[in-house]
């Protein structure tokens, strides 16, 4: 129930983040990575979740949890440079 609730609110709050970066961001080609990476993250759960955990659809998401979490930490790290 709680991972239900966590991927979407999670996905929401990273949305609304990168639209509000984008305005002050030159570098926006890792902030649209993560924006998309993030609907695709959702996607793969839902997907997994309705073919009843397919391995191949289970392994990407797990996949693609790795890869928001490396798009995610690329973002803060290029914010961080920018403010220092």
Do not use: E
């Amino acid at each position: 129930f709680i991972h239900r609730w966590l991927g979407p609110t999670t996905m929401v709050a990273i949305l609304l983040w990168v639209a509000r970066c984008v305005r002050i961001s030159q570098d926006r080609v890792w902030l649209y990575a993560l924006g998309s990476m993030a609907l695709l993250q959702v996607v793969l759960g839902l997907l997994t979740l309705l073919t009843h955990a397919n391995i191949v659809l289970a392994t990407l998401h797990q996949a693609g949890a790795i890869m928001l979490l490396s798009l995610m930490l690329v973002n803060l790290h290029g914010l961080q440079r920018k403010t220092s």
